[in-house]
């Protein structure tokens, strides 16, 4: 997948999660034309010890999602200059991976994922399908 400036904005302000939240770790993600995947991993035994308060709260995946969309939609509408136009959907789907063979399998459906685009009923070649 080659991305976009809009797509690179997108990708970049992902990989900022990590750098911003001590606690976040990024498995496998692809920003797709009109959408994307990723897999977070969210640790929570941060700060502290048996005896001691933790010393970070981690952010619910509903808030790192949130931080993600509100500085990226911010830098792509500025590149657009279309301030305040929402880019993203409302909501997101989340999914609790349970066991390794699911973290595989995961793994391997974000991988494959560009090579499904043209399948996508938004995919440029697929008007009927709209």
Partial sequence: MQLSQLGQIASASWAQLAEQ???VNLDAWVVMPNHMHGIILIINEIGGGSRTAPTIQP???GR???A???VSTRQINRVRETPA???WQRNFYEHI???ETSLR???EYVANNPLQWELDQLHPANPSKW
Avoid: D, E, Q, V
Wanted: no cysteine; hydrophobic share 45%; aromatic share 20%.
């Fill in 21 to 23: 939240y001590p606690y």
């Fill in 59 to 61: 952010k619910s995946l």
């Fill in 64 to 66: 790192l999602i949130g």
């Fill in 68 to 70: 993600f969309k509100t």
């Fill in 85 to 87: 136009a929402p880019f």
């Fill in 97 to 99: 991976i349970r066991n």
């Fill in 105 to 107: 399998a995961l793994r």
